[in-house]
């Protein structure tokens, strides 16, 4: 193998947009770092001096390596114990703060209907919709013709389109007040009081992969989630502790007690009221989610 030439700067300063793609293709920040760290090598074999646009070359390696991690990811997805969210990351304050598109990109909310795409699509949505390639672009990144990819984008916006609820940024201090609000419900112990602060069809889904106590299936309806909050906050005892912040652009907070770190739960308000709980006990997947993450298009 030939030696590698000195990777040239422009790798470390698209960095925060090319963990963003891969995040987004991905759903995992822990992937996405070794996608990035395979990709950083390839490149690393590139002279520099033949890449006319930096940008969209080094665009095409992470998506590709994305892609072939997502093939895989959903081979090993076929034995997860339960439910299936994506990870939640921090984000870095050094990252654009009035991006709403950025910020919409890199939700919850967001990536569990990128979920419902295929690879090609997710790709070719991501590209598009978020980093704004053109088609010859996304054609070239993906091996797929002009046509083809125009096709594809047309079908992922709509299904997307059809899916996205309305989004709105949040900061810590609309964080904590969502945050509270919920809790001085849960802390009352009343059924009734909770479920006033709850969508009607409101949904609770627990990501474990069976390595924490959580429910294997999707809650719905108020009654049902709220009686099942009310049961995990009796669980928790005297020495709960919440962690409030911002996770992946929404309200959250990271859940602690018996001496550990117990996940973090994720809120989803719509219209004034929680319309789903997202609770991510995976301790792969909540481990390295207090560590902030440069984030760019």
Do not use: C
Request: proline share 6%; net charge negative.
């Amino acid at each position: 193998m030939s030696e590698p030439h000195t990777p040239p700067d422009q790798f470390t300063e698209f960095r925060p947009l090319l963990f963003t793609v891969a995040y987004e293709i991905l759903g995992s920040a822990t992937e996405a770092d070794d996608v990035l760290q395979e990709s950083y090598l390839r490149w690393a074999q590139v002279d520099p001096a033949t890449v006319r646009n930096p940008r969209a070359y080094l665009a095409s390696i992470v998506t590709r390596q994305s892609l072939n991690a997502l093939r895989a990811m959903s081979r090993r997805r076929e034995d997860y114990v339960g439910p299936w969210l994506p990870e939640p990351i921090l984000i870095d304050e050094t990252s654009p703060a009035d991006d709403v598109v950025l910020a919409e990109s890199v939700s919850t909310a967001m990536l569990i209907v990128l979920e419902s795409l295929t690879p090609d699509e997710r790709a070719v949505f991501v590209l598009r919709e978020v980093f704004a390639f053109d088609h010859d672009e996304i054609a070239d990144i993906v091996g797929k013709s002009v046509a083809t990819v125009r096709q594809i984008a047309h079908r992922a916006r709509a299904h997307v389109h059809a899916r996205r609820q309305r989004f709105a940024p949040v900061d810590t201090a609309r964080a904590t007040e969502v945050v509270n609000t919920f809790f001085a419900a849960a802390l009352s112990g009343d059924v009734e009081q909770l479920m006033a602060v709850l969508a009607p069809d409101a949904t609770y889904v627990a990501d474990s992969d069976g390595k924490m106590t959580a429910a294997r299936r999707p809650v719905h309806g108020a009654k049902a989630v709220a009686k099942l909050l009310l049961g995990l906050l009796r669980i928790s005892g005297e020495d709960l502790r919440l962690d409030v912040g911002v996770y992946s652009s929404m309200p959250g907070f990271a859940v602690h007690f018996d001496g550990r770190s117990q996940g973090i739960f994720i809120l989803d308000v719509v219209d004034g009221l929680l319309q789903n709980v997202y609770a991510i006990r995976n301790p792969d997947k909540f481990a390295g989610a207090h560590t902030p993450r440069p984030i760019a298009r």
